[in-house]
């Protein structure tokens, strides 16, 4: 057995288990997400999670709720560095530039059909480009977590897994190019285990935290 076909097998047996459930209900609550507010608060959600902890950044999320909208880079910069915030003014100032954008980020989105995958590889392309703060991960975040589901989230939980399981070698320099020769690696699992892409994150997500998160 390849070391590939053993993390497929490990994912199908984790299919069966209690978690699977879970999963699914995560999976449709990220196609709920439509409106302009839901949609630019999972992007400040995203800006926020780079080098930083989902689960802080899930609190953090909840508690600046639609200050996202209103508050002026201080205020936001403050809010933020109070609720412990590692990086409050770099942050605060991506997430002002980006609410600027907000008409241009809905338009590209509305562009984009959540079932064409070119499409939506496109739409991460434009979001590297003109939303400061998101680089392929944190834009592939965004994205699935508005309903985008065949987009790899490549982040150090993923990269070790994979390291630990060895299917890639250790590499500390994600460039755009190992970016996505690891996505056609996680995309060859997805395909194998039936599930997609944002499907696969959580499930070794999961498999690395014990948590199945957003």
Not at 81 to 106: H, M, Q, W
């Amino acid at each position: 057995m390849t070391k590939i076909n053993s993390v497929i097998s490990l994912i199908s047996q984790l299919k069966k288990t209690k978690i699977r459930p879970t999963i699914n209900k995560r999976m449709k609550e990220f196609e709920k997400i439509k409106t302009k507010k839901a949609i630019f608060k999972e992007l400040c959600f995203c800006i926020l999670t780079a080098n930083s902890s989902a689960e802080k950044c899930i609190k953090i999320q909840k508690e600046i709720n639609d200050g996202f909208f209103y508050l002026n880079e201080k205020k936001l910069s403050k809010k933020l560095s109070d609720l412990g915030y590692r990086f409050p003014n770099t942050r605060a100032k991506y997430i002002i530039e980006a609410r600027k954008k907000i008409k241009e980020l809905i338009k590209a989105i509305n562009l984009c059909k959540k079932g064409n995958n070119k499409k939506a590889r496109e739409l991460r392309e434009w979001l590297v480009k003109n939303i400061k703060g998101l680089g392929m991960k944190e834009s592939s975040h965004f994205l699935r977590n508005i309903g985008y589901k065949n987009l790899a989230i490549i982040d150090f939980h993923i990269v070790d897994f994979l390291v630990k399981n060895k299917i890639i070698k250790e590499n500390k320099n994600l460039t755009k190019e190992k970016y996505l020769e690891i996505e056609e690696i996680l995309k060859k699992i997805a395909n194998k285990t039936n599930l997609s892409l944002g499907e696969l994150d959580l499930y070794i997500w999961y498999l690395e935290t014990e948590k199945v998160l957003k």
